[in-house]
């Protein structure tokens, strides 16, 4: 099946500080979200993105799929963004995988 | 619009027993999906139903568990006998198409002694 490699494993900023999370993946895709879970295991969608650029507030995904990868960028962080950030693919085989996520520690 | 919805979010039970959670998904939604995040680890599929139907269940444990979703909308994943092993979030999630974008519910913790 196809694998979804995370980086980097753990994170910890200082509040107000810039972040590159990557995806890499190794088959073509129909589809990739990216998910933060909350301390209370709550799995929040961030971005539908298979390929492009999307932005959300402080948030945004660039995804090459050519390339086989995937950014998600959290621009002046806060401690709430804190938690688990997830990055999700669908190829033909139509079922969704996840990578083993960033844990992200964001420091007041 | 109502989210995914699970119950019970939790569960305590001793090994050997059995346990059933139950899931809502969106209203409209075809395809509905089972995944077990044990922790530390993220989600995997258990199984994916389209509709009545299912599409994928190569990594449902078959010989304790089990699920349904009989008249293609709500959905009931169930463990018999548990093992310790089963500890872990069960969560359920739905899609509007079988490509389409996944939205996940609460989950429910199953800790089993």
């Known amino acids: 099946g196809i694998q979804v490699e995370q980086s980097p494993p753990d994170l910890i900023l200082q509040e107000g500080a810039n972040s590159t999370l990557r995806c890499n993946f190794s088959d073509s895709v129909n589809n990739l979200q990216w998910f933060h879970q909350n301390p209370w295991g709550q799995l929040i969608n961030l971005f539908y993105i298979p390929s492009g650029t999307k932005q959300n507030g402080r948030l945004s995904a660039t995804t090459v799929a050519t390339e086989r990868y995937s950014l998600l960028y959290i621009s002046s962080s806060q401690t709430t963004d804190s938690g688990v950030y997830f990055c999700a693919v669908k190829n033909a085989g139509n079922m969704l995988t996840f990578g083993g996520g960033t844990r992200l520690m964001v420091k007041p | 619009e109502a989210g995914v919805a699970q119950s019970p979010r939790y569960k305590i039970i001793e090994k050997r027993q059995s346990v059933a959670f139950w899931c809502n998904p969106i209203?409209?939604?075809?395809?509905l999906y089972w995944y077990q995040q044990i922790l530390g680890q993220g989600p995997k599929l258990l199984i994916q139903f389209q509709n009545n139907g299912v599409v994928d269940d190569s990594q449902l444990p078959k010989d304790r568990f089990s699920a349904e979703r009989l008249k293609g909308v709500d959905s009931t994943l169930k463990i018999q006998p548990a093992k310790l092993e089963d500890s872990a979030v069960y969560l359920c999630?739905?899609?509007?198409?079988?490509?389409?974008?996944?939205?996940f519910g609460e989950g429910s913790r199953l800790t089993v002694l």
């Open positions: 999630a739905s899609s509007l198409l079988n490509t389409g974008e996944l939205f």
């Open positions: 209203s409209g939604h075809a395809t």
